[in-house]
């Protein structure tokens, strides 16, 4: 039995570099294609975690704390920062061209042969140990070197730029989450308001179709309005819960993780807008970090055309090759021989391209063309970020009168649902002018929350679009 199980060990072992080779696309175009593989990568899929996420469930979060929570987890961030460290390594791969390259050789060889003679052969056997140093420098090359180290020093610049930006971006994905939790939150307490208000009227219409003051259609119209505000409610407890998921994941938890966060009414909201949108240009243009990538790739393109320029002349290098031998010699009915040398070579090679019909002028044309394509990308990318800015802009501007406005709704529409209910009481108005004023105050409660999470929304919006969240001063740094 050990044997067979064996050799069933050897036999899996030796098929599974066939497995992989194995592989095959879709039978057919028309059914789902599954197999082995498919099982294993999800078994892998089940059984990798999350790591632990550093959460307190009974702690109210403010929008910094859930800032640096996400910028610390969020994945995103992780990935971005990796590529950077990948990049600056490509850089010290550029830089070491200027440094010679040495490297060491060790050989043993054993050479037997037959060795003619007259007419006979004799055996002569040749053990050689070798150690050998190979030393090769670049003494000059026209700057080819130096440009490759400068468009990968450019090429790091443009990673940090694209790490930042990311961080703007986790940042901004956090703020929206945070505010459409706010605003849903907020929405949830006006459409409990507008329910007890609907319950109201459906209480009074009742009441007063008891004591014969009231029709059936008046009773009905008030509960159909209690089922609307009821229906309204649920509607917005299910994109409360989609806005929560949305901000644990933008913290890189998972989307169930519950969140306390604090109430809309105890979150400051800004009255009017500081400086003008010339200077919010200004600092977008000053401290975009999509726009200093462009201009990072720009360094690239310049110093991948110094080099291809390059290639029209001459390189000379240096090269030492020393080598350490001690050879053995033995001949058939004759002794051992031995001897021991340092042998090796010095030499200097210049390498010059006379013709390869046309490659470098056509990479040199091709060089050209990049630098001015990243020219025009700084200058699109110029235009879009004023754009951005100026809609940002005038959003907030809007924003701020809506929020205005909003508030003057909601006093007059909480007055006129007071005064229709009161002149209802008392058989002055009919149930139409009720449901009508509840329906009215409770749009003006919607609107009033969107109003004033807008301001905030879109005052993030302006923030990030100008690169102020990135900046050192840009909030306060959590505990």
């Not at 010095?346 to 001015?372: E, H, K």
């Not at 807008?454 to 909030?475: H, K």
Request: aromatic fraction near 8%.
């Amino acid at each position: 039995m050990r044997g067979h199980a064996q050799k069933a060990t050897l036999c899996s072992i030796l098929l599974a570099p066939f497995s992989v080779f194995a592989q095959s696309p879709p039978a057919s175009p028309d059914r789902p294609w599954h197999s082995a593989v498919e099982r294993q990568i999800a078994n892998e899929a089940r059984q990798s975690h999350r790591p632990p996420f550093p959460l307190d469930p009974d702690k109210i979060y403010s929008l910094p704390e859930l800032i640096n929570l996400a910028e610390a987890h969020n994945p995103e961030t992780r990935v971005a920062w990796e590529n950077a460290r990948a990049q600056a390594e490509a850089l010290g791969i550029a830089a070491s061209e200027l440094y010679p390259a040495l490297s060491a050789v060790a050989l043993a060889s054993v050479d037997r042969s037959e060795i003619p003679f007259g007419s006979q052969f004799y055996r002569q056997t040749i053990p050689d140990f070798q150690v050998s140093l190979d030393l090769s420098y670049t003494i000059f090359d026209f700057g080819a070197r130096r440009e490759r180290i400068d468009a990968e020093s450019a090429r790091l610049l443009s990673a940090n730029f694209a790490f930042n930006d990311i961080h703007r971006r986790v940042i901004y994905q956090v703020e929206q989450a945070y505010y459409r939790l706010l605003s849903t939150a907020g929405q949830e307490a006006a459409a409990r308001a507008s329910l007890a208000n609907a319950q109201t009227v459906q209480q009074a219409s009742e009441e007063r179709l008891r004591n014969g003051l009231a029709t059936l259609p008046d009773v009905l119209e008030a509960r159909s309005a209690t089922a609307q505000a009821q229906y309204d409610l649920e509607a917005v407890l299910g994109a409360e819960q989609i806005a929560r998921g949305d901000l644990a994941t933008g913290l890189g938890a998972s989307a169930t993780t519950m969140i306390r966060i604090q109430p809309l009414s105890e979150v400051p909201t800004p009255e009017s807008l500081s400086g003008t949108v010339e200077q919010a240009i200004d600092r977008a243009l000053a401290q975009r970090p999509d726009l200093e990538r462009e201009l990072a790739g720009v360094r690239v393109a310049n110093a991948e055309q110094k080099e291809a320029r390059a290639a029209f002349y001459p390189s000379l290098g240096f090269r030492a090759s020393p080598t350490a031998e001690s050879a053995f010699l033995h001949q058939q009915a004759l002794p051992w021989g031995h001897t021991t040398d340092l042998t090796g070579s010095v030499a200097l090679n210049l390498n010059w391209t006379v013709f390869d019909a046309g490659a470098r002028r056509s990479r040199m044309r091709q060089a050209d063309a990049d630098a001015q394509q990243a020219e025009a990308q700084v200058s699109a990318a110029r235009d879009r970020i004023e754009d951005e800015v100026w809609t940002a802009y005038s959003n907030l501007n809007t924003a701020f009168r809506q929020r205005e406005a909003a508030t003057a709704l909601l006093d007059a529409a909480t007055q006129s649902y007071s005064a229709a209910l009161e002149s209802y009481n008392y058989g002055v108005r009919n149930l139409l002018d009720v449901t009508a004023a509840q329906k009215v105050l409770a749009q003006a409660r919607f609107s009033d929350v969107l109003a004033r999470t807008q301001v905030l929304s879109t005052l993030s919006d302006l923030a990030f679009y100008a690169a102020d969240s990135i900046q050192a001063n840009a909030r306060k740094p959590g505990p």
